[in-house]
């Protein structure tokens, strides 16, 4: 076969595979109005070859450990054991000291760290009190690493005035870089997705590499060994200001990263499959009290410029619902005294996903929208009406997957990550007391349980009482753009289902609507962030 061959053949026999499918589902009977489908995800194939070719050649720039690895593969053990290449089962062993269960990750872990340096260091007497930045040009030691079957996440930090030749900035506050590694990417219809500039500097690095600005990031995505990587920094794009970040600022701060990237370790195992999207199962059942109305009603005009919301019938996963106790209630709390026909404590439900704030949501019209839905716990009983009593104060949030926190302890929200063969997909909460989060020990890499009582409904903004008594929740998937916000909606109306074990109703008109091109630019008719915004937290 000549050369590129086989993979020119994979990639045609892919397409049409994907062409044969999306005609069954046309020719297909039509689905009824409130049905609920799961997402469609691609599994990217992973040269570990690659990968090993790369570690080879960083060791060896560093004659005195270089003999230390092995390279030569095992033949002796099975292909999918970590024995079978020996050279990366030394490399985490020394990564794990610092970057806990690398070798749980599924993808070559790409990180700022430079274990030959560091073993060339210790080779020669270097005491072990020297910083980690020292062999992570200048960045902070790791604020959080995740490592799974899907791939991996990890959060860093860099100074202000560190690193030899950066340039001075205005932003007086550490930056944040996050980089994921995946080899699950969500298949979205997504208009925007895949766009950018190259990076002319790191074009011999990284030939497709793009650069681009998307959701209130700046992002650096490319591929490597196969997998899809993202690197991004939270940013404005606007003038430099001492505690906003602007992505001009940030710019040089990623660039630095990227080119101190390493393999840093990563252990290869069974390659991952392809999720097909289907139809959910649901409560057969009827409930005579839940409704709901569509996916994409939300109050009229509501939306960025009165525009409407976004029909998304996908439950991005099969969660437990996250308040503890039903009934709850999905309603604005932005807009509720707009709405003339639902309260905000009954039924049905109402989406609030793409009402108008200054966040960047590609699904919504216009690019702008809430982020996530708004979820409200049923009011307390008066005393004597013959109800359980509650504490209004007490109304538990739980964790509506196993997985692990993504939190420091200044952040007004929590964030739990699912890392696993078939799913990659982060949910957010937000409103709860970060002081409590504090005390009960929600703070990066804990892991919690499904079901597990996480807090409690609250009212934090900046500081308490700063909004309704409610729980902001949303959901980000990986794609090779990074991660971006997907409706929750649909998610929430199928936990509830399963939670109260009866089918809801859907009432009100059906939407239909088509989505809209992402503005990078904020309009003027949009809401400027408050300066005390922290990781795009308030406004929700």
Known sequence: MAAGGETVGRTSFRFVSLLLASLSLLAATPLSADEIRSPSLTALRVDWRAALDQLRTEINSRPQIAG?????????????????????????????????????????????????????????????????????????????????????????????????????????????????????????ADPTGGKGEPVKPLAAIYPDLRKFIREGYVRYAFSRFGVAYVVSIQCLDSVAKPRRLACKEAYPVAERFLKALHVAGGQRLRPLMDVASDIIDRPAERSADFSYRPSGDIIPNTGYRKQGGHPDVMAYAQIRFPLEKTPAFVHSQSYAKRDKNDGPTAYPWRDNFCESRSFEVWQCGGGYGHQGEDIRAADCPSPGDGREPCDPKQRGVVAVRDAIVIRTSKDQAATLEVNSRTEHIRFRYMHMNPQAMNADGLLNGRIVAEGERIGVVSNYLDHPAGTSMHLHFDVQVFTRDGWIWVSPYATLVSAYERLIRARGREIGPEIAGATQPVAHALPEDVVKPDQREGSSSDEN
């Open 68 to 188: 230390d690895f092995i390279f030569v593969p095992r033949r002796s053990v099975p292909r999918y054991d970590p024995r079978a290449m020996p050279a990366l089962v030394q490399l985490n062993a020394v990564s794990s000291q610092f970057f806990t269960g690398i070798a749980r990750s599924a993808v070559p872990v790409l990180l700022p760290f430079d274990a030959g340096a560091y073993l060339e260091a210790q080779r020669n007497g270097a005491p072990s009190s020297l910083s980690l930045s020292r062999y992570q040009a200048d960045f902070n030691p790791v604020d959080m690493f995740d490592a799974g079957a899907a791939g991996y996440s990890a959060s860093f930090s860099f100074e202000p005035g560190a690193g030899d030749g950066m340039p001075s900035r205005t932003f007086a506050k550490p930056v944040e870089v996050q980089i994921t590694g995946s080899a699950l990417v969500y298949d979205i």
